[in-house]
């Protein structure tokens, strides 16, 4: 469901090219110094080869290759500081650095560090943001309430799979979140061998990721990244603050007997709770990964991951680790991302992991909530958004805070000075224009505290409020109260506190939540993998926020499918073998899921649902094994339109099966005539892909495997720069049995998409452009002297993600075609200049790329997302030059020059410079005084 966020997101406007209101304000650009996107200054993973691999390395020598990777960056004089070493031979070897802004001079070229024996890969830190989810119910146990009846289980058939006696006995999953309240009763109440809980670890602290609650505005948090927000760990997980971790856990592992009759989905599974994030803000993946890595030595069976942030990608540290763990049969359950709004190619790393399983959401398809009873006029019961009754006692008058049903701005200001005391009322206020809390405190200044605000049209959902006792009712209970109360009618309400519990149905129940992230991946891979339920979820909560709470996200989805996962390693032992077919079994035994309730409309689309909603009960009983489930047919110039997978009997009988192609709808995702991806819900197409399969039936005896051949056509007539993801289903059927296969595709190539955004839509000037230090734009010759912040920035959009974004410095009587503007050469005098971010360029060997003649590189940013439409962090990117400094540390001297920006297509040559877009900055004079 939408958050409930004050900010205005403006519609995409249409690129006409003129008299258009900008998107962003220029104002929104804060002058980062350091970073870029959410990677952290100066900070990176460094992977090291296992020390037998070392060419060059003695025989007997007894170093590790950490330190001989270190003795070699020392050698380039290149000043560093161990953070952490990472020794899991087989998942991942290596180290943080952080690198010495203060070394220059005598630096040697930085990127040569990818050249040392031994060094794997070097990866930027990121930081993954907060999880965000919203906050229903606390409040006072009541036994009153009627059971939830545990939808959510029958959905996926997890409540057959309690009924056989299967509760993940013997199985360990470790959650990573968080933290969590163990003290919660029903989550065992105690921590530590013997009860739910046994182990755990808090990599953080409370007070972690506190002051980076901006995690792509590094310049507000650059203190936090340089040392007084260091993680202060300690070995007990307990989260009384956060609630997050607890919400999961209860998903997991809540015990059945409490008073909402909810239970986790292996309550028997014993949890090692790992905490990454503090009371708020966010974690770098250095911390995931130290996470994921323990999570491995202690032998869980299944790590967890209600976690992520947009990337796009397949290749993150965290994705990489968490792809290899699931090689390894052991399952990875990461949650696909919230972020559905933004549209499709926004998935979420860690989820990424190509052997990870990416977790949907689906709504659940009842939201329990309570009834107010209305008196002095005929009415029935209204419904509010809130699982818990309001401690409210007795029947209470009403009073409307404005007579007029259509009030856009009700009690935004001050109420009038002759409003009563409103102390002994229950107030009715309408929805809109200011925030809830402002309302609210409108009226307490009148003395009221009890508050029924009615929807104005922007949907029936949970509402944030502080600690005001206040819910939302729907827009039509709202407007017949506001009415009565306006014609002088006696109308007054009481809040039954028990016997009013109502399972409301809800209207988008049975779909995919709008809210899960679309795939595919930049690099055309499946995400996300499976839905699970994730869309108003009742769960365990911290003991002093509630014990409770009702919330929304992939967050919920994620545990549940590890909940599900206990109970197949429980059914079919704890094998790696078990592990490593998991994921086909979910997909090809999951229920596909209709895109609308309305008849005839298309199947969701695959980039959302993943191969549909888990039907637990048939994966775990499947004596059919499929391989693969997902089919790839990735772009046109890549096309592989036909593939086979096999279909192996497990079971003791003959089976028979017949084949049947059931298209999904096909995604279009980017919008018509314009370059930007659409939002989402992203549009989709009914029509198909035509699919051919043979053989079309096949019999198979118990222990036998048929292999089938597909031959997939993308479809037809659709416009191709709208980029159309088309996917869908191939059925096999033996009476009632059914298993699929889902494949994906896209009908153009991903080399044609726009990677940078050259339009002027979002801030009213053609991007990329430069930012002075005044934050104007400018397109003519400035100079800087790089004193008291008399600095050039680039702002650039990215349209869609690269895997190459690159920043050289050029002479500014360069003579070169860029493919993203044309402007003129011109003179200015010379000057010097220096810089503090280090990053890692890889070396542009032979190609054309390496043949433009560039004075040296500033910056490298290696496998970025695309940035989305909205104005909350995501929406550009900056590169601030703070220092005349080339990546590699050394200075520039005074000069004129100018950048070049330039960004590989997707699934283009790094070798070729036609493979890149390209933009030229004007002239910038380098002049640091002397
Ligand atoms: C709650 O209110 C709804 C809407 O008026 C009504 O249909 C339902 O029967 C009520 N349930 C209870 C338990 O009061
Ligand atoms: C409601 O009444 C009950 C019983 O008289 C009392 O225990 C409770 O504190 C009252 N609640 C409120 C909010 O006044
Ligand atoms: C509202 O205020 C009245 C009068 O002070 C008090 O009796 C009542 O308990 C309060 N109700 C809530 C829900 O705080
Ligand atoms: C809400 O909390 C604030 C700060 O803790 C407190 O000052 C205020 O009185 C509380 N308001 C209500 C309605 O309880
Ligand atoms: C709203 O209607 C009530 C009842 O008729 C009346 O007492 C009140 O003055 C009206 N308020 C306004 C602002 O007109
Ligand atoms: C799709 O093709 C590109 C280009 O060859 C490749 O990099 C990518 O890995 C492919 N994706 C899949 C899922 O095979």
Redesign the pocket.
């Known amino acids: 469901m939408a958050p409930n966020m004050a900010s205005v997101f403006l519609p995409l406007l249409a690129a006409t090219g003129f008299a258009l209101a900008a998107k962003f304000s220029p104002s929104s650009v804060s002058r980062a110094t350091s970073g870029f996107g959410n990677t952290l200054p100066n900070k990176f993973i460094v992977e090291v080869d296992d020390a037998s691999n070392i060419p060059g390395k003695r025989a007997l020598e007894t170093r590790s290759a950490h330190e001989i990777v270190y003795e070699s960056l020392r050698k380039r004089d290149l000043g560093f500081k161990v953070d952490k070493e990472f020794n899991s031979p087989g998942l991942f070897l290596g180290s943080v650095l952080t690198l010495d802004t203060h070394v220059r001079m005598a630096c040697q070229d930085a990127a040569k560090v990818l050249d040392i024996p031994g060094v794997k890969a070097i990866r930027p830190v990121t930081l993954i943001p907060a999880p965000k989810y919203l906050h229903v119910v606390t409040g006072p146990d009541d036994p009153q309430i009627p059971p939830d009846s545990e939808s959510t289980h029958i959905l996926t058939g997890v409540d057959k799979l309690h009924a056989q006696g299967l509760f993940g006995k013997g199985i360990k999953i470790g959650i990573i979140d968080t933290g969590i309240d163990y003290t919660n009763p029903f989550l065992g109440g105690a921590f530590g061998p013997g009860n739910k809980v046994i182990d755990g670890f808090d990599f953080v602290g409370d007070a972690y990721g506190e002051c980076c609650k901006h995690p792509s505005r590094t310049v507000r948090c650059s203190r936090c990244f340089v040392g007084t927000n260091t993680p202060v760990p300690d070995s007990d997980p307990l989260d009384q603050c956060n609630g997050h971790g607890t919400h999961v856990g209860g998903i997991i592992g809540a015990d059945p007997v409490n008073p909402f009759n909810i239970s986790g989905v292996a309550s028997q599974a014993s949890i090692n709770a790992y905490r990454v994030f503090g009371c708020s803000g966010s974690v770098s993946d250095d911390v995931l990964l130290e996470a994921l890595l323990q999570g491995v030595k202690d032998g869980n069976n299944i790590l967890t991951m209600s976690l992520g942030g947009p990337d796009g990608w397949t290749e993150g540290t965290t994705s990489v680790v968490s792809s290899r763990i699931a090689a390894s049969g052991r399952i990875v359950t990461i949650a696909a991302g919230n972020d559905g709004a933004k549209g499709s190619w926004y998935t979420s790393g860690p989820g990424n992991g190509i052997n990870a399983i990416s977790v949907a959401s689906l709504d659940n398809t009842v939201i329990p909530l309570q009834n107010a009873t209305v008196h002095g006029v005929v009415h029935d019961p209204i419904t509010y958004f809130d699982a818990l009754p309001l401690?409210?006692n007795g029947t209470l008058p009403l009073f409307a805070t404005s007579n007029d049903t259509t009030v856009v701005d009700d009690a935004c200001d001050p109420l009038p000075d002759d409003t009563p005391d409103l102390?002994g009322f229950v107030v009715l206020v309408r929805r809109g224009t200011c925030t809830f809390v402002q309302k609210l405190t409108n009226i307490a200044a009148k003395g009221g505290?009890?508050t029924l605000i009615y929807d104005n049209g922007s949907g029936f959902q949970d509402i944030s409020v502080d600690n005001f006792?206040a819910v939302l009712i729907q827009a039509p209970d709202g407007e017949f109260l506001a009415q009565q109360f306006a014609a002088g009618a006696p109308v007054a309400i009481s809040f039954p506190q028990s016997g009013a519990s109502f399972q409301f149905p809800d209207p988008d129940g049975g779909l995919i939540s709008s809210f899960t992230s679309y795939g595919p991946t930049n690099d055309f891979f499946f995400k996300p993998a499976v839905a699970a339920p994730g869309g108003n979820i009742l769960s365990t909560f911290p003991v002093p926020l509630g014990s409770f709470a009702v919330l929304s996200g992939t967050s919920m989805a994620t545990p549940f499918m590890a909940g599900v996962s206990a109970l197949l390693f429980e059914a079919r032992g704890t094998s790696a073998e078990t592990g490593k077919i998991a994921r086909s079994l979910f997909e090809s035994t999951a229920q596909r899921v209709a895109s609308s309730h309305t008849d005839g409309d298309p199947l969701q689309t695959v980039t959302q649902q993943g191969a549909g909603l888990v039907d637990a009960f048939r994966a775990i009983h499947a004596e059919v094994l499929v391989s693969p489930t997902e089919l790839i047919t990735n772009d046109t110039a890549h096309f592989r339109g036909v593939q086979t997978f096999t279909v192996k009997n497990t079971g003791k009988a003959r089976k028979t099966f017949k084949l049947t192609h059931i298209p999904a709808g096909t995604a279009i995702t980017v919008q018509p005539d314009s370059i930007f991806p659409a939002d989402g819900p992203v549009p989709i197409d009914a029509t198909a892909a035509t699919v051919s399969f043979s053989p079309k039936s096949f019999t198979v005896n118990p222990g036998q495997t048929q292999t089938v051949t597909v031959s997939i056509t993308p479809p037809k007539g659709l416009d191709a720069k709208t980029f159309p993801v088309f996917s869908g289903f191939i059925e096999l059927a033996n009476g009632n049995e059914r298993f699929q296969v889902t494949y994906l595709g896209l009908a153009n190539s991903l080399k044609n998409m726009p990677v940078v955004d050259n339009t002027n839509v979002f801030f009213g000037v053609n991007l990329p452009t430069m930012v002075d230090p005044e934050g104007n734009f400018f397109s003519t010759p400035e100079n800087f002297t790089f004193v008291d912040d008399d600095f050039p920035s680039v702002l650039l959009r990215l349209n869609f993600g690269t895997s190459t974004l690159r920043f050289d410095l050029v002479d500014s009587n360069i003579k070169l075609n860029t493919t993203l503007n044309t402007r003129e050469v011109e003179e200015t005098e010379t000057h010097v200049f220096e810089r503090s971010v280090f990053s890692f360029p890889h070396n542009p060997g032979q190609g054309t790329f390496a043949k433009v003649k560039i004075l040296g590189t500033l910056f490298e940013a290696d496998f970025q997302p695309r940035n989305s439409d909205q104005d909350d962090g995501t929406g550009f990117n900056e590169l601030s030059i703070p220092t005349p400094q080339f990546a590699n540390g050394t200075t520039i001297p005074n000069g004129s020059y100018r950048i070049l920006l330039r960004a590989l297509k997707v699934t283009g040559d790094p070798t070729k410079e036609e493979d890149f877009e390209s933009w030229l900055s004007p002239v910038l004079g380098f002049g640091v005084p002397s």
């Open positions: 401690p409210v102390s505290n009890v006792t």
